[in-house]
């Protein structure tokens, strides 16, 4: 079985998720095929047919969820070392190609915000920046091209 790493944050989410997905989504979905059942014959009932198809990828959903939790170990602020970039720390860079400051937070994909400044651990910068640690100079290739960031603090 994977671990896989959260915040406290990102584990009280994702089961908000699930209690969403079973106790509104899935009543949904039954009343759905229920109502599309009462129309009468279900081998040419496109309505049942979507339904189903949709109560299954729920159910889906709903079990990888669910799976997921059974796998989790949260990290804690006192788990974490700051002495180089790592999952769940703050890493204020200088983008120097630009002349800006910008602060990441490096998460696990499921916690990826853009709007938060919260970016996956697998996407390209944060991939560039894993292990570094202050006063590093590093060149990341991200889609629009190379982007070159001094690490200026690392912090929870």
């Not at 229920?34 to 079990?63: M, T, V």
């Not at 200088?94 to 800006?100: A, E, P, Q, S, V």
Request: hydrophobic share 40%; proline share 3%.
């Amino acid at each position: 079985m994977a671990v896989t790493y959260m915040t406290a944050e990102g584990l009280q989410k994702l089961k908000e998720d699930l209690q969403y997905l079973e106790t509104v989504e899935r009543p949904r979905v039954i009343a759905a095929i229920a109502e599309a059942r009462d129309k009468g014959d279900l081998s040419e009932n496109a309505e049942y047919d979507a339904a189903k198809e949709a109560q299954g990828a729920l159910e889906s959903k709903i079990a990888q969820i669910k799976n997921q939790l059974m796998e989790v170990k949260v990290l804690s602020p006192k788990d974490i070392n700051t002495d180089e970039v790592q999952i769940f720390t703050k890493v204020r860079v200088n983008i120097k190609n630009i002349g800006k400051e910008k602060v990441y937070h490096l998460v696990t994909e499921g916690e990826a915000n853009s709007l938060e400044g919260k970016i996956s651990i697998t996407s390209p910068i944060a991939k560039g920046l894993m292990g570094k640690k202050v006063g590093d100079i590093v060149d990341v290739t991200v889609p629009a091209g190379v982007m070159q960031f001094e690490i200026l603090d690392i912090s929870i």
